[in-house]
């Protein structure tokens, strides 16, 4: 069986806030590596019922896999959901974005809800996917859905100057959008733009090494991740889960988001603080997001931008 390579964070966090116990229904709306899935499902002992939602066939086939060698049967499989079943816990796995939700459940009796925003280490080190600067030849896809139609490349090759400008300045605040915009269109006029290592040079054209400081550190992390969140429609997708998944919440049931990106955090908060201030949800203590602790950091450096927000239904 191929193991993830990802490391879930702010494990415990997000089992204390969401306090799964038996015979509770959870989903999981972001699959990944299934570190967090895995853990949540303990809770249940056994009882209960675990949705989990993912755009990667890959993310879920490696979970059957591993359901299959922990006892579960593969009891139905529907298009795009397959169930399995152990005793009394049922789990539905849904090769479907999360944004679709309302369509896949119908119940109001739903007691926890995660999203993890970020990507699993096993994609950014998959060159299939064309997510890291660092496969010079991998090709610039970035589909986290291999059935969608729109690729990276397809983006760089095909926007307009202006929406191109657009892209990198609304989604990764690029300081230098315009002049990337200007070489990526002269590049393109010669041949087009397809791999890693032609975008990346590109960059370190405009952004050479002594300049990267401040606003301009990573720049080639920058640009890669506005072109995902293109490719992907991340906002957008955000945006419309947001109130499908409040709805399927039962009363008094949680919901807890990890970003890490501003843009994403952004959304996050300013629903929260409607649901709040319409009283439909409360804040539970004092904080109204966690970040990772030192120890963590010093174990896991990719959580160093995550924000945790979480809010309980009323």
Sequence with gaps: MEKT???????????????????????????????????????????????????????????????KLQGFEEVSRLGKKLTLKNGELQIELIHDNFSHISEWVKTSEVNAILVDLGLSTDQVEDESYGFSFLNDDSILDMRLDKQSQVRACDLLNGLYKKELERLFTELADVSFAKRLTNEIINKRAEAPITKAGELKAIIQRIVPFKLRRGANKHPEAKVFQALRIAVNQEFKNLQDFLPQAFETLSLGGKMAIISFHSGEDR??????KQLTLENKARYEGDEKFIQATQKELDINSKSHSAKLRFITKN
């Design 267 to 272: 959304i996050i908060k300013h629903y929260f």
């Design 5 to 67: 390579k990802h490391v879930p964070v702010l494990l415990q966090e997000v089992i204390n806030i969401l306090d799964i116990g038996p015979k509770s229904c959870f989903i999981d709306c972001t699959l990944g590596g299934a570190g967090h899935f895995l853990e949540l499902l303990k809770k249940l002992n056994g009882q209960g019922k675990a949705i989990a939602f993912d755009q990667d066939e890959k993310a879920i086939a490696r979970l059957v896999e591993n359901l």
